[in-house]
Nanobody
Framework: QVQLVEAGGDLVQPGGSLRLSCAASGSILSIYAMGWYRQAPGKQRELVAAPTRGGSTNYADSVNGRFTISRDNAKNTVYLTMNSLKPEDTAKYYC????????????????WGQGTQVTVSS
């Protein structure tokens, strides 16, 4: 019903930058929130950046000041701009979207993308 497709992952040197994108498509009625998580090998999935109900943005402490989330509502797309990348940022990055569809009723459901790999290494 809803598909999320991420792009932009790559191998980058420490100190470099990347911009990830995540486009939502399908039977979308409304998108309430879009954000990013990441998962490194052997670790749990962790929040990177996501909007709060109050309208602000919640960033992981480890990325605050280096990463910026943005959204293009017209394109149903969320971006993650990552600067000053560190080896510890190496992970698979997943986007999510909280969506109501044209078929569903009630609360939004969370959909996930397939992930895009970011590797920070010299």
């Amino acid at each position: 019903q809803v598909q999320l497709v991420e792009a932009g992952g790559d191998l980058v040197q420490p100190g470099g930058s990347l911009r990830l994108s995540c486009a939502a498509s399908g039977s979308i009625l409304s998108i309430y929130a879009m954000g990013w998580y990441r998962q490194a090998p052997g670790k749990q999935r962790e929040l990177v950046a996501a909007p709060t109900r109050g309208g602000s943005t919640n960033y992981a402490d480890s990325v605050n000041g280096r990463f910026t989330i943005s959204r293009d509502n017209a394109k149903n797309t969320v971006y993650l701009t990552m600067n000053s990348l560190k080896p510890e940022d190496t992970a698979k990055y997943y986007c999510f979207a909280d969506v109501t569809t044209i078929y569903g009723i009630g609360s939004p459901a969370r959909y996930w993308g397939q992930g895009t790999q970011v590797t920070v290494s010299s």
